[in-house]
């Protein structure tokens, strides 16, 4: 069968290194049939809109979507097309590879982000010019989902049960139905867990990112935390990341358009390579992500890197050093 991969590469180094990442895919001769389609700020300038209504269709349509990086118009593009794809969890693996230069290279942690409420749900008013409030969203529905996704995660793979981060001591009925349906969810499974307050958690993973491994957190908790890991683990051209939904992802690096080296051709690509990579696995391709992930972690360990990791090699010799590799 044949899978649709929506591409949306979008502004500044999105377009250096989403098509960095299809040239891996494609070597890999899968019947993956690529589409692409525009977003952000240079076809804002053009059309008006950032987000042209058939590049919504499209990701909403396709199988997977790999999505680069865009600028100024970030939330008008990808919150639209997290909502388009129906993705209720973020999944931010932040890990430490060999051979890059990082804080803590012991790091290797995996962020499951609840992905649509929160505080992110939209619901601010300015009610006067000096008063203004947040309504914050917690659902059962949306919880229950988020812990049956983390139950199934770390069940298939090699965890012992994962950690809930949350602030129910304070925010007692938002966090605290969060995570009464996160914990009553993984003892219906059988699933271990612990938690820890998400105050305490910044602290104690920066002293030992080691105590722990897969890390449950609502919506605004899951952004800052996992940002805070990839200062960990050596910066933001590392860390991959996937929007999951039912029936279809959007997959994506963590980082920006990046201005500032944009047009260069040095931005480094694993982000979004190991974004494609967790794309094949989303799509069933175990084996090839699998090796996708492998060619990567050697080229990061022997080279070639670029600049940002004190290398000289552009985009283009880093991908092929990959492809070679597979
Ligand atoms: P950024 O992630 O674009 O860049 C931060 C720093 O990291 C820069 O010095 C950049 O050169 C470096 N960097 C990032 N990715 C790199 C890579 N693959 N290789 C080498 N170096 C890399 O974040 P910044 O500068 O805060 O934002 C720039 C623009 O990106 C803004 O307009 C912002 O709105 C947008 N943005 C878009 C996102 C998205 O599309 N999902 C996410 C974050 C920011
Ligand atoms: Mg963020």
Redesign the pocket.
């Known amino acids: 069968m044949t899978h649709e991969i929506a591409v949306i590469p979008?502004?500044?180094?999105?377009q250096e290194?989403t098509p960095a990442a299809v040239e891996v895919l494609e070597a890999l001769e899968l019947d993956l049939a690529f589409v692409e389609a525009e977003a952000?700020?240079a076809v804002k300038e053009e059309t008006g809109e950032a987000l042209p209504q058939e590049t919504y269709d499209l990701a909403a349509e396709a199988d997977a979507t790999l999505?680069?990086?865009?600028?100024?118009?970030?939330a008008d593009?990808?919150l639209p097309l997290r909502e388009a794809v129906d993705s209720f969890v973020n999944v931010r693996p932040a890990k430490a590879y060999p051979g890059v230069d990082a804080l803590r290279p012991e790091t290797d942690l995996v962020f499951l982000r609840e992905n649509t409420e929160g505080v992110y749900a939209g619901h601010e008013d300015r009610l006067t010019d000096d008063v203004s409030t947040l309504t914050r969203v917690v659902t059962k529905l949306a919880s229950r989902e988020l812990a049956e996704f983390a139950c199934e995660y770390v069940d298939g793979d090699d965890h012992d049960g994962f950690t809930i981060a949350h602030k129910a001591n304070v925010m007692r009925e938002t966090d605290g139905l969060f995570l009464e349906t996160v914990e009553s969810v993984a003892d219906e499974r059988g699933v271990e867990t612990d938690d820890v307050l998400m105050d305490a958690f910044a602290t104690r993973v920066c002293l030992d990112p080691t105590q722990f491994d897969v890390v449950v957190c609502p919506n605004l908790a899951g952004d800052v935390l996992s940002d805070l890991a990839a200062g960990l683990v050596g910066?933001?051209?590392l860390l991959p990341s996937a929007n999951v939904g039912h029936e279809r992802g959007l997959f994506?690096?963590?980082?920006?358009?990046?201005?500032?080296?944009a047009g260069e051709g040095?931005?480094?690509?694993?982000?979004?390579i190991v974004s494609a990579a967790m794309l094949l696995e989303y799509l069933g391709y175990d084996e090839e992500a699998d090796a996708v992930h492998a060619a990567v972690e050697t080229t990061l360990e022997e080279g070639p890197r670029?600049?940002?990791l004190g290398g000289d090699a552009s985009t283009e010799d880093v991908t092929e050093a990959i492809v070679d590799r597979l």
């Open positions: 979008g502004d500044g180094i999105g290194v952000g700020d999505f680069g990086a865009v600028g100024e118009t970030a593009v990808i910066g933001l051209g994506e690096p963590v980082h920006g358009s990046a201005p500032d080296i040095i931005a480094n690509p694993a982000a979004t670029t600049p940002d």
